[in-house]
Nanobody, 115 residues
């Protein structure tokens, strides 16, 4: 079956960096649009960044210039490099894979930005 396993979350000070990883099994990531979403307490889940099958990327305005999504086809893994982190980036971050009617989610990883 399909599994998306996120890792790399944690506690970081404002201005710091983290790299999230999403290791996929049961699917091939370059056949899907892979996305990172986040959900903060009391807020709706929102798209942070996505990378398409053709490797086009798009980002939420709030993270443009700070976050970078990438994909390693050999490792079947998607990454989210997060730099210049702000307290408002605090959320649970989820990996998502979409293609046609197929829509898969990981379990999420907590990112907390605090001094």
């Amino acid at each position: 079956q399909v599994q998306l396993v996120e890792s790399g979350g944690g506690l970081v000070q404002p201005g710091g960096s983290l790299r999230l990883s999403c290791a996929a099994s049961g699917i091939t990531v370059n056949f899907y649009t892979m996305g990172w979403y986040r959900q903060a307490p009391g807020k709706q889940r929102e798209l942070v960044a996505a990378i398409t099958r053709g490797a086009s990327t798009n980002y939420a305005d709030s993270v443009k210039g700070r976050f970078t999504i990438s994909r390693d086809n050999a490792k079947n893994t998607v990454y989210l490099q997060m730099n210049s982190l702000k307290p408002e980036d605090t959320a649970v971050y989820y990996c998502n894979a979409k293609f046609s009617l197929y829509d898969y989610w990981g379990q999420g990883t907590q990112v907390t930005v605090s001094s």
